[in-house]
């Protein structure tokens, strides 16, 4: 009850194409889902959040998409940029004391110019 | 301007000595964290701190040791390094309870038994 599923695990898009990423939950006690950017040697860096009171959650290029009755959430990166390549990593978790996040596994994505 | 700072980038040393790593967050945040990032970039949290109360603990190995001084400090003391602590650790802090529960990570820390 505790996995978060992320797929695929790599994904290679044209420059100005829509990279998609989908994540599924198990656990009905979640309620906050965050997605992470990690370039390498970095640490993971917050891109966008959402919480289940929405099925949609937009910020500049980066839209999130949430289906509460199928535990799925997807980030939807449009007009993707090589500045966009990095590791991708959904993950979920309860909005209470502690919030104790569940991660992906990750995805790398490359943007060919 | 750093807002979650981490010590030393790189470790390495040899299996069966004890090492720590430091952690420090200048956003005035109540909630601290460690995570271990495996080879194949799996992100698993390891502990969490309120106010320097301990409120996760994950199932580790207690040759793991937290410390938190201070809310704006955790460190991590790790005893009798084995070739599977290979990894990179990664700090984190969040507001917590008092607000957002966005986490902020550090730049992580390398550590490599040999």
């Known amino acids: 009850q505790q996995q978060v599923k992320q797929s695929p695990q790599s994904l290679i898009v044209q420059k100005g194409g829509i990279s998609i990423i989908n994540c599924a939950y198990e656990?009905?006690?979640?309620?906050?889902f965050p997605w992470y950017q990690q370039f390498p040697g970095k640490g993971p860096a917050l891109l966008i959040a959402i919480r289940p009171d929405v099925s949609e959650k937009k910020e500049g290029r980066f839209t999130i998409s949430f289906n509460k009755s199928a535990k799925q959430f997807s980030l939807h990166i449009m007009d993707s940029q090589p500045g966009d390549s990095a590791t991708y990593f959904c993950a979920a978790g309860p909005l209470s004391y502690g919030n104790k996040l569940v991660f992906g596994a990750g995805t790398i994505l490359r943007v060919k110019s | 301007d750093t807002a979650v700072s981490q010590t030393p980038k790189y470790l390495v040393t040899q299996m069966g000595n004890d090492k720590s790593i430091k952690c420090e967050q200048n956003l005035g945040h109540d909630t601290m964290y460690w995570y271990k990032q495996d080879s194949k970039k799996f992100l698993k949290i390891m502990f969490s701190y309120n106010n320097k109360e301990l409120i996760i603990n994950e199932t580790v190995p207690n040759r793991f040791s937290p410390k938190s001084p201070d809310k704006a400090h955790l460190n991590l003391h790790i005893n009798s390094l084995e070739l599977g602590d290979s990894a990179v650790y990664f700090c984190?802090?969040?507001?917590?309870?008092?607000?957002?529960?966005?986490?902020?990570f550090g730049p992580g820390t390398r550590l490599t038994v040999t």
């Open positions: 656990n009905t006690a979640f309620d906050y």
């Open positions: 984190a802090s969040s507001q917590g309870a008092r607000g957002s529960y966005e986490q902020y």
